[in-house]
């Protein structure tokens, strides 16, 4: 892939994220001539990225296009997701799908000690048949993107500040490496292969051990000037709400958030499982704590709205019970902070598992080498 021209790039790129396309609108997407993108779509098919499949009429008039496809099973990434005490595991091909995972407990978070971790992953892999093109890991803290690879500058749950992951990770495995925050990896990913596929503008919000907003305006990722972008877990929604760790009375975190949970509720820290189940059987303590968090997640996804007017929003993460036993004040709570003129939400709600965030840190890895 290193050996691609930019055009090239551009031209697989159009037909990955839009699925098959003829030749003719490539070349228009791309303000390409007819030749030249003749030229650059048969060296994607010769050296087997790109498939030429059935030949289609596509308007209403003119000849018969031949249609190109991905050849998703060309490639094939490494994406790894890292909490304070498991690293998550998959192989995708190109297009993002899962065709194998594992998952380990980490023994060590000294960097040295995870990123062996990592590249022992990596040689398994490729030992088991997937020849890995890129790595891509997620993990919950601020990355920051330098020109010699990312820089982890800051990890609470791994307790790292300033490590140099990616640049260590290419080096153990002979790999690129990309690294990103973990909710920026997802929506990028879901923008690309996912919730989000062909949509300019939308947001996504995880619940759960902590609260992310990912956020995609005219079709590119917010990153922000300090790569803060979407820090809205402290937001105030309940000035007569619970304090949260940071002293903050009532923000979304307070209310929202797994442990938070678990505390109204009156169970410990990691009963948030037990919590849930109380609330399906009625237990009238565990209902009202979900309810306060549904109004919190309404109040959430209404400001986002209000901002940024996204044509999608997708909530998912660990905590998704929330959308389940605290919806109808959810909703509530969305309807009574909304715009009165603002566009009916188009709310995606979607199931989750820890493989997600690791096909997150592939695609990342598929984007690192495209763009």
Known sequence: MAEMSAPMRAALLEVL????????????????????????????????????????????TGRPSEMLSVRAEALHFLGI?????????????????????????????EPADVVAQIAAVAREFAEAGHELSAVGIALAGRARQRREGAIVERSAFLDWTDVALGTLVAEATGLPCSVENDVQALTATEHWFGAGAGIDDMALITVGVGIGCGLVVNGEVVEGAHARAGQMSHMIVDEAGPYCGLGHRGCVSSLLVNAAISKAVRRTEGEYEQSVEDARDGDPIAL??????GRALGALIATVVNLVDPKKVVVTGDGIAVHELGGDAMRAALAERL????????????????????????GIAIRGMLI
């Open 17 to 60: 994220i839009h699925g098959e396309l003829p030749r003719a609108e490539i070349a228009r997407r791309l303000l390409l001539s007819r030749a030249s993108l003749t030229r650059i779509t048969r060296q994607l098919v010769d050296g087997g990225f790109l498939t030429e499949g059935e030949t289609r009429l596509v308007g209403q």
């Open 81 to 109: 997701k890292l909490t304070g005490d498991r690293l998550y595991a998959v192989v995708t091909d190109l297009s993002a799908r899962i065709v194998a995972a594992a998952e380990q407990p980490i023994d060590s978070r």
């Open 288 to 293: 009202a704590a979900f309810a306060d968090a």
């Open 339 to 362: 715009d009165k003129d603002a566009a009916e939400v188009d709310l995606d709600v979607r199931a989750w598992d820890f493989s997600k965030w690791a096909r997150a840190g592939a």
